[in-house]
C-alpha cells in the first residue's frame, strides 16, 4: 500500500505553541505535500516539498523531508485556534495520483 | 468565484437506488478526481480523469461509474447503492500535463452520501 501514515493521530495544544505532525510512507516519492481540511470542508493544499529537497518554509509551516528514512514533519509555529483542523500528508510518484495518509486531529486552545 | 463546485452537498436516499454526483471546475484544469472519505476520515483515489480520459481506476465496484462530458466536469453516478457507500465524496481537479504541471491539488467541499 502507498498510503501513509501520520502521528499523531490526535494532538490538543494551547494557542502559541508550536504543532509538530509526523508523516511515514512506503515507496519511492516524487513530493510529498500536506493539506487542511476544516471540520465539513474539502481539503486544502498547503505546502509541496519534492523529493530532492530537504525543508521547505511557507509562513508559519515548516516542512521537512527525510527520503532516507520514508518520512517528513510539518511544524505550525505559534499556533492559532483557526488552525484547529485536520492535517494530510499525501504522496505522488509524479504521476496523476495522490495517496493520502491516515490524518492528525489538531486543536488548538484558545 | 468558487474553483471545484460540487453538488448536491447532501444527498440521503435509500439502498438499491441510483444517483448521481456532479463535479465543476473553473480552474482550467485538465485532470479531475473522486475521492472517498470514510468515517475514520481516510481518504481514497476512485478515478482520475485526463482530459475526457480516464487514466486511473482504482478498485472500485463497477456500480459506480464516473463520466466527464469536458474537461472542466467529472460526475459520479452510483448504481444500486449500498449501505456501505455511506461516505464524503470530494472531486478535486490539478494541471496534470503540459510543461508546467502541478501537482497540487483543489479539493470541492464534499458531498456527504447517507444511505438508509
Known amino acids: 500500500s502507498q498510503q501513509g501514515e501520520e502521528d499523531p493521530q490526535a494532538l490538543s495544544i494551547q494557542e502559541g505553541e508550536n504543532a509538530t505532525m509526523n508523516c511515514s510512507y512506503k515507496?519511492?516519492?516524487?513530493?510529498l505535500q500536506w493539506y487542511r481540511q476544516n471540520s465539513g470542508r474539502g481539503l486544502v493544499h498547503l505546502i509541496l516539498?519534492?523529493?530532492?529537497?530537504r525543508e521547505k518554509h511557507s509562513g508559519r509551516l515548516r516542512v521537512t523531508l527525510d527520503t532516507s528514512k520514508k518520512s517528513s514533519s510539518l511544524l505550525i509555529t505559534a499556533s492559532r485556534a483557526a488552525d484547529t483542523a485536520s492535517y494530510f500528508c499525501?504522496?505522488?510518484?509524479?504521476?496523476?495520483?495522490?495517496?493520502f495518509g491516515t490524518g492528525t486531529r489538531l486543536t488548538v486552545i484558545p | 468565484d468558487t474553483a471545484v463546485s460540487q453538488t448536491p452537498k447532501y444527498l440521503v436516499t435509500q439502498m438499491g437506488n441510483d444517483k448521481s454526483i456532479k463535479c465543476e471546475q473553473n480552474l482550467g484544469h485538465d485532470t479531475m478526481y473522486w475521492y472517498k472519505q470514510d468515517s475514520k476520515k481516510f481518504l481514497k483515489i476512485m478515478f482520475s480523469y485526463n482530459n475526457k480520459e480516464l487514466i486511473i481506476n482504482e478498485t472500485v465496484p463497477n456500480r459506480f461509474s464516473p463520466k466527464s462530458p469536458d474537461k472542466a466536469h467529472l460526475n459520479l453516478h452510483i448504481n444500486s447503492l449500498e449501505l456501505g457507500d455511506s461516505a464524503v465524496y470530494f472531486c478535486?481537479?490539478?494541471?496534470?500535463?503540459?510543461?508546467?504541471?502541478?501537482?497540487?491539488?483543489?479539493f470541492g467541499p464534499g458531498t456527504r452520501l447517507t444511505v438508509t
Open positions: 516539498i519534492r523529493s530532492n529537497e
Open positions: 515507496t519511492s516519492i516524487n513530493n
Open positions: 499525501a504522496t505522488s510518484t509524479g504521476a496523476n495520483n495522490l495517496f
Open positions: 478535486a481537479s490539478s494541471q496534470g500535463v503540459g510543461e508546467v504541471k502541478i501537482y497540487e491539488q483543489y
